[in-house]
């Protein structure tokens, strides 16, 4: 293959980064095995959910290669199942986060003045508070009190769409700096000002000269995001406040391991080297692109 | 000086009323409310009682007065009983506020007493071994859940070796101070560990940008040793941004100490609130809320002064003044 656009490029310096590769190929590896994991279990002859007493804390065997939970569960299967649901709130708490980041960072950016200083502020002060304890409180609000359904608030989808809200409610904040930063750069570039004396609307100064010159930055803030978006869903769910059991997750596998940590140690082992590895791949493939696609910024 | 500290007092007040409004507001939107649970505790109230009672209570008004209500009762001094402990909220907060307080003391301490030697010298020692593994070090810290820790260390210290309990206080046990020492080793371990990823990050960078500075150039070109030169010049201008992080991070530090707490079901703030609220303890949750962002901006605040004091270039007018 060969080419010469700028996306091509940046993946030819993206390539240079072994770590990067690495990391990446872990992400679509562990991605694969949590979208297929229902096909992975029927190859291997589990349900994710069959409970078989007789055989409860079984050691690993060719038929469990990682042993049974307290349930006589496999724990493999459990364990791709689980990331299943972590990686979907982490893809879609990290794409929402990215969003609102980018509106934020883009108003603070291109219109400065009051509207900068007011959302900047805000930006501050969502970093200066003690989040976890208030987002116990969003976790514990009653969605039928805000108006929805009480099947459709009690569905495991509303479950896992109120951590995505929650979640991404605090992770917009680093996007928000890195865009405004990048839009206070492009609003003084002379192709943006010579748009501006041609008579361009604002809008389409935004849509057309500068959202597309952020497109690296967000990428990278993105992928740096999702490091830490996962992190929390996983801390809400060990505290039992983000998705919940019969729904397994990297974080609630390990509240039922805490509880059985005299009788099983390794139940509490895996699911965290689970999330371990996902974080760790998000922050190298964030740090890789961040080299790839801002040559100049890079430093070594 | 005593102007800038005045203006971000200001904000903090500002901050902790917009906090205690948003706080009040959703804590009514949490499944149950008072008179439901008074309800299911005593079957013989009929619904004309539920309704008498929302009356006396002020539950049937709307939520601004109610919250008015409360903010001029709080500011008497006057936050209500805990429903879970009954008593006055204030005798359940104070407690729990001195165990939170020593175990975020002692572990920013300890998270400080090795990112401080360990930053500097990767940062001396850039591009070599040391400078890889602290930064690797750093990368992991900061990569790894915080309540998986503190697993592993339960693991490692109470399932395997069996030397130290795996949580409570020791509160009610026999034995004197040093008994209760040993339930705080873990925790403390735990919380100093999940800051102490980033707390290296930022000393090191901050070190190899005060090397960089010209007058780090002047005092080598005098001819000071290197060690006066990084410990007697350098030191100094590395902690004014390392001081600004530990205000800005005090947040995190004490979401990091309710994560260590619930873990370890050690009986500070962080377990508190995270009872009260699962507990619908409105009255109690409420005021540990308030406590936890009051404490934080007072970090953030007296990081803020510590930054004036420390670091002559901020604002010399108001220092003279």
Same mark, same amino acid.
């Given at each position: 293959m060969t080419g010469s656009g700028p996306w091509w490029l940046a993946w030819r310096r993206f390539r240079r980064h072994p770590s990067a590769v690495a990391g990446l190929g872990l992400l679509l590896l562990l991605s694969a095995a949590a979208a297929t994991a229902p096909l992975l279990a029927t190859l291997l002859g589990v349900e994710a959910d069959a409970v078989d007493l007789f055989n409860r804390f079984a050691p690993p065997s060719t038929a469990?290669?990682?042993?049974? %939970?307290?349930? $006589?569960? %496999?724990?493999?299967?459990?364990?791709? !199942?689980?990331?299943?649901?972590?990686?979907?709130?982490?893809?879609?708490?990290?794409?929402?986060? !990215?969003?609102?980041?980018?509106?934020?960072?883009?108003? @603070? $950016?291109?219109? $400065?003045?009051?509207?900068?200083?007011?959302?900047?502020?805000?930006?501050? @002060?969502?970093?200066?508070?003690?989040?976890?304890?208030?987002?116990?409180?969003?976790? !514990?609000? %009653?969605?039928?009190?805000?108006?929805?359904? !009480? %099947?459709?608030?009690?569905?495991?989808?509303?479950?896992?769409?109120?951590?995505?809200?929650?979640?991404?409610?605090?992770?917009w904040t680093t996007v928000a700096r890195l865009v405004r930063a990048q839009t206070l750069h492009l609003r003084q570039e002379t192709f943006v000002l010579a748009a501006r004396a041609q008579g361009a609307g604002t809008l389409r100064i935004l849509a057309v000269h500068i959202l597309p010159n952020l497109a690296s930055a967000v990428v990278v803030a993105t992928t740096l995001a999702a490091g830490n978006v996962i992190l929390l869903e996983s801390v809400l769910s060990f505290l039992g406040l983000g998705i919940s059991p019969p729904t397994p997750s990297w974080g609630n596998l390990l509240t039922n391991a805490q509880e059985l940590i005299w009788i099983s140690p390794m139940l509490a082992i895996w699911p965290g080297l689970m999330i371990l590895f996902t974080v760790v791949a998000c922050n190298v493939v964030g740090d890789g692109l961040r080299e790839a696609l801002d040559p100049r910024g890079a430093t070594g | 000086m005593i102007r800038l500290a005045a203006s971000r007092l200001l904000q903090s007040v500002l901050v902790l009323l917009a906090v205690s409004f948003a706080t009040y507001g959703l804590i009514g939107l949490m499944p149950g409310d008072p008179i439901d649970l008074m309800i299911s505790s005593d079957p013989r109230l009929t619904s004309e009682d539920? +309704?008498?009672?929302?009356?006396?209570?002020?539950?049937?008004?709307?939520?601004?007065?109610?919250?008015?209500?409360?903010?001029? +009762?709080?500011?008497?001094?006057?936050?209500?009983? =805990?429903?879970?402990?009954?008593?006055?909220?204030?005798?359940?907060?104070? #407690? +729990?506020?001195?165990?939170?307080?020593?175990?975020?003391?002692?572990?920013?301490?300890?998270?400080?007493?090795?990112?401080?030697?360990?930053?500097?010298?990767?940062? *001396?020692?850039?591009?070599?071994?040391?400078?890889?593994?602290? =930064?690797?070090?750093?990368?992991?810290?900061?990569?790894? #859940? #915080?309540?998986?820790?503190?697993?592993?260390?339960?693991?490692?210290?109470?399932?395997?070796?069996?030397?130290?309990?795996?949580?409570? =206080?020791?509160?009610?046990?026999?034995?004197?101070?040093?008994?209760?020492?040993?339930?705080?080793?873990?925790? *403390?371990? =735990?919380?100093?560990?999940?800051?102490?990823?980033?707390?290296?990050?930022? *000393?090191?960078? +901050?070190?190899?940008?005060?090397?960089?500075?010209?007058?780090?150039?002047?005092?080598?070109?005098?001819?000071?040793?290197?060690?006066?030169? *990084?410990?007697?010049?350098a030191l100094r201008g590395t902690l004014i941004p390392v001081t600004a992080i530990i205000g800005v991070e005090f947040g995190t530090l004490f979401s990091g100490a309710l994560v260590t707490e619930t873990v370890f079901a050690y009986p500070g703030m962080g377990r508190l609130i995270y009872d009260a609220v699962l507990g619908n303890d409105f009255n109690l949750a409420l005021a540990a809320l308030l406590l936890a962002t009051g404490f934080t901006l007072v970090g953030n605040l007296a990081a803020d002064v510590a930054l004036a004091l420390l670091d002559p270039r901020i604002s010399p007018a108001s220092r003279a003044g």
């Open positions: 469990h290669p990682l042993g049974t %939970d307290e349930l $006589g569960r %496999d724990v493999l299967v459990r364990l791709l !199942a689980g990331g299943r649901a972590s990686l979907t709130v982490g893809l879609a708490a990290a794409l929402a986060s !990215a969003a609102i980041g980018t509106l934020v960072g883009l108003a @603070a $950016g291109y219109f $400065g003045g009051r509207l900068d200083a007011l959302l900047m502020r805000l930006t501050d @002060a969502l970093l200066a508070l003690p989040l976890l304890p208030l987002l116990i409180v969003l976790a !514990a609000l %009653d969605p039928g009190k805000l108006g929805l359904a !009480a %099947d459709l608030a009690g569905s495991p989808l509303a479950a896992i769409g109120r951590i995505v809200v929650i979640v991404s409610l605090f992770g | 539920a +309704a008498r009672l929302r009356e006396i209570h002020g539950l049937d008004r709307p939520m601004v007065d109610r919250y008015l209500a409360w903010l001029g +009762a709080a500011l008497d001094g006057d936050f209500g009983y =805990s429903r879970l402990q009954g008593r006055p909220v204030w005798d359940a907060l104070l #407690p +729990a506020l001195h165990n939170t307080l020593i175990l975020m003391g002692l572990a920013l301490l300890l998270a400080l007493a090795i990112a401080l030697p360990a930053g500097i010298l990767a940062a *001396v020692r850039r591009h070599t071994w040391i400078d890889q593994a602290v =930064s690797l070090a750093a990368f992991v810290g900061i990569s790894t #859940p #915080p309540f998986w820790t503190a697993l592993l260390l339960i693991i490692l210290f109470a399932v395997l070796f069996g030397w130290l309990p795996a949580g409570g =206080s020791g509160a009610g046990e026999a034995g004197g101070p040093l008994a209760r020492v040993q339930f705080l080793v873990l925790p *403390v371990l =735990s919380l100093a560990l999940a800051g102490l990823g980033g707390y290296l990050r930022y *000393v090191r960078s +901050a070190m190899i940008e005060t090397l960089g500075q010209e007058w780090i150039r002047t005092a080598r070109a005098k001819g000071l040793s290197e060690r006066r030169v *990084v410990l007697g010049h």
